[in-house]
């Protein structure tokens, strides 16, 4: 079975050291998660405008406890506008001045008409800027952020996201498992801050089960930070 490859020289294009999770992992010490090398999770923490991962709140403490940086993603969906999506993701995630912030900005694969729109995602980051002072990174694959369709299912966002947005003033948390990252078009002058060059959070995907070098969960997906690990703490804090 093919799986993603990892960065031929991770030591030359990024510090691999932050992993993202949701309630379909299985976590059974964070403190094994910080042994491997770990500094920061961004757990999933909402998505739409009604769904809340119930696990959230409770490894929260435990993650922080343990000495790693904690971060709450939203997946966007096209069911309500986006500032109501970004209200429900803050009650949820229940940010504070070091949370990192993320929209997950893809295709909903189980229900492709319920993906979220740019103008949604626009809403949504202009929303949570407006609540907390500061911009979300946001998640993206380089061909859904160009407007071009995904090469299975030929889905797309519907519009390519420009540097005129405000999204392209976001922090680029870039998925590509390939050696190495396509820069979304929006994002070419800025680069990309966060990689996931692994995807390994459900049996479809091409990494399930070969990223257990991180101790503590049943699995991860992998990420990788464009700078050092004073840089990632600065980061955390601004994500811009």
């Not at 949701?22 to 500094?39: D, K, N, Y």
């Not at 986006?82 to 995630?93: T, V």
Request: proline content about 7%.
């Amino acid at each position: 079975m093919p799986i993603a490859p990892p960065p031929p020289d991770r030591a030359s294009l990024g510090l691999d050291a932050v992993i993202d999770l949701s309630r379909s992992v299985t976590v059974t010490s964070f403190g094994q998660v910080r042994q491997s090398g770990i500094l920061g999770v961004i757990h999933k923490a909402s998505e739409g405008g009604d769904y809340a991962d119930t696990a959230y709140a409770g490894r929260r403490s435990q993650a922080e406890a343990a000495g790693l940086l904690w971060g709450a993603y939203h997946f966007g969906t096209g069911q309500m506008p986006g500032e109501r999506q970004a209200a429900f993701f803050l009650s949820m995630a229940r940010p504070g001045p070091r949370t990192l912030l993320a929209l997950d900005l893809e295709a909903n694969e189980n229900n492709p008409s319920n993906s979220m729109s740019l103008e949604q995602g626009e809403a949504f980051v202009r929303a949570v800027a407006d609540a907390t002072g500061r911009l979300p990174i946001v998640y993206v694959h380089p061909t859904w952020a160009n407007g071009e369709p995904l090469p299975n299912s030929g889905l797309s966002l519907g519009a390519r996201i420009t540097s005129a947005s405000i999204l392209a003033r976001c922090g680029l948390w870039v998925a590509d498992y390939h050696d190495s990252p396509e820069v979304p078009l929006a994002w070419e002058a800025t680069g990309w801050r966060l990689w996931q060059y692994a995807g390994d959070e459900s049996a479809g995907r091409p990494a399930y089960g070969q990223t257990t070098i991180v101790q503590g969960v049943s699995h991860c997906d992998r990420n990788l930070f464009n700078g050092d690990a004073s840089a990632l703490r600065r980061f955390w804090g601004a994500a811009t």
